[in-house]
């Protein structure tokens, strides 16, 4: 097992539907750059290891407006050098080709700190925003979702590394020979590849998800024990437990600020652990996570009021106890996580 990696989720106020109550700008700034390009700057400057952008094609309560997720990732690309970039893309109705353009075009522009968060969505109204059939059985979300994942790697890897000739003095820019069709054929869709974009800086971006062929686990338990008991039993690579964070502020308790946020609309389950306290309980929360997960996905209640408490007390702590570490300048997300760059299934010697 490597460092220790601590990811945040950044989406709309945080996870409270009355987050927005707390919030330290006005509700028409949600959507606006600024916003964004501050949160995950913030982020990136307390040392966490990747940011999450959540998403979804229909309305939610809980954030009245938001951007796509990977137009986000996109925006703050440039203007990042350490955090990795983890946008969610739905895998039920989705255009898996797009997907994978995508996720590459965002490993490209954020050179290396690109992932994928892999979600289907079982629900009528999307179907009918994506005109498409409704997709409704557990086993044909399970097809979906696996296929999805399936076609975006065969197409990350339809380029060869070398395929890109750039050879000005003789006008020639690329090696067809190096380009493969994937030809893939699923139970509800086929793609031919190969893929518009070469193949990404990491090879293969990292994929994050319940289930299906991840590089990352997503796992999630309403106590300590089911976290690491779901983490013993998964088969990807690397495993990453959800926890839902509100931390004591120099004003409040966290008690209080949940309390508070109670009376204006109810706390929505939140499917995993849920910590309220003060930061040197979550350091030690973290710290015994340690031994059983390769990391964490942390999901403030308030990300206005919860960030700075994690960006001044808890990430330090845990960098200077040699828990988790910060990211280096120049390296992959695939590296930071001790994912190895892997070889293209498609390559051949020429």
């Known amino acids: 097992m490597g460092a220790f990696g601590v990811g945040i989720e950044l989406d709309g106020d945080g996870y409270h539907p009355a987050a927005w109550r707390r919030s330290g700008r006005t509700p028409d700034r949600l959507l606006s750059g600024d916003t964004v390009r501050q949160r995950v700057a ?8 990747l940011a999450t952008f959540a998403d979804s094609i229909l309305p939610d309560d809980a954030v ?3 951007i796509d997720a ?10 990042t050098s350490t955090i990795g970039l983890v946008p969610t893309v739905a895998t039920t109705y989705a255009e898996p080709f ?5 996720i590459a075009t965002l490993d490209y522009s954020s050179r290396g700190r690109a992932g994928w968060i892999a979600q289907r969505v079982d629900d009528e109204r999307a179907a009918a925003t994506w005109g498409r059939p409704v997709v409704s059985a557990d086993s044909d979300l399970a097809a979906e979702q696996r296929d999805s994942i399936e076609v975006a790697r065969r197409l990350w890897d339809s380029w060869e590394d070398d395929a890109v000739v750039r050879d000005y003095a003789s006008g020639r820019f690329l ?15 086929s793609v031919k590849g190969p893929a518009i974009v070469p193949r990404p800086p990491q090879g293969q971006p990292v994929v994050f998800g319940v289930e299906g062929a991840v590089d990352v686990r997503l796992v999630t338990g309403t106590t300590v024990d089911e976290v690491v008991a779901a983490a013993a039993g998964s088969d990807a690579p690397r495993t990453f437990g959800e926890i839902a964070v509100a931390l004591d502020t120099p004003t409040a308790t966290a008690a209080d600020r ?29 710290t015994g ?7 964490v996905r942390l999901r403030p209640a308030v990300i206005d009021e919860d960030l700075p408490v994690l960006a001044r007390l808890v990430l330090p702590a845990l960098i200077r106890a040699g828990v988790a570490h910060r990211p280096v ?9 001790g994912l190895s760059r892997p070889a293209n299934r498609y390559a051949v010697t020429h």
């Open 175 to 189: 090696d067809r020979d190096r380009l493969h069709y994937i030809d893939f054929e699923g139970e509800t869709f």
């Open 70 to 79: 990977v137009t986000r990732a996109s925006f703050v690309a440039a203007t």
């Open 42 to 49: 913030a982020a990136e400057n307390a040392g966490f290891t």
């Open 329 to 337: 300048p120049g390296s992959t997300l695939r590296a930071e996580l």
């Open 64 to 66: 009245p407006g938001r």
């Open 98 to 102: 797009h997907t994978a353009s995508q």
């Open 289 to 295: 996570l340690a031994s059983h997960l390769d990391g």
């Open 258 to 286: 949940l309390a508070d946020l109670d009376r204006h609309a109810p706390a929505r389950s939140t499917a995993g652990l849920s910590f309220a306290g003060s930061a040197a309980e979550l350091v030690a929360l973290l």
